[in-house]
């Protein structure tokens, strides 16, 4: 079992920028692919981004093309979302996941085997 704890959400003006963090605990990080996916009131939960266990190749939703950059470092047990360009659309709770399968289906989140207790981000226009 692996237990994960967000930080870095909060109140940004649009345009600005957030980094958020996923502290990981428990069974060895580099065994599990990580995943970003964030919700908003009355929404479903949407994928955001992954990373493979390597680091190696990483996945974006359309959304977050270009303004989002997924990055993890298994020595401190941490997977890292830099959020640029922030746009009102972004506000919502952000929740890292891990997936141990084999077969890593990245935007399913019915696929993760683990959640973290989420995160808010709030933009401001």
């Known amino acids: 079992q692996v237990n994960l704890v967000e930080s870095g959400g909060g109140l940004v003006q649009a345009g600005g920028s957030l980094r958020l963090s996923c502290a990981a605990s428990?069974?060895?990080?580099?065994?599990?692919?990580m995943g970003w996916f964030r919700q908003a009131p009355g929404k479903e939960r949407e994928f955001v981004s992954a990373?493979?266990?390597?680091?190696?190749?990483?996945y974006y939703a359309d959304s977050a093309k270009g303004r989002f950059t997924i990055s993890r470092d298994n020595a401190k047990n941490t997977v890292y979302l830099q959020m640029n360009s922030l746009k009102p659309e972004d506000t919502a709770v952000y929740y890292c996941?891990?997936?141990?399968?084999?077969?890593?289906?990245?935007?399913?989140?019915?696929?993760?085997?683990?959640w973290g207790q989420g995160t808010q981000v709030t933009v401001s226009s």
């Open positions: 996941a891990a997936e141990a399968s084999p077969k890593f289906y990245y935007s399913d989140y019915r696929r993760y085997d683990y």
């Open positions: 428990g069974r060895t990080f580099s065994t599990y692919d």
């Open positions: 990373i493979i266990r390597s680091g190696s190749r990483t």
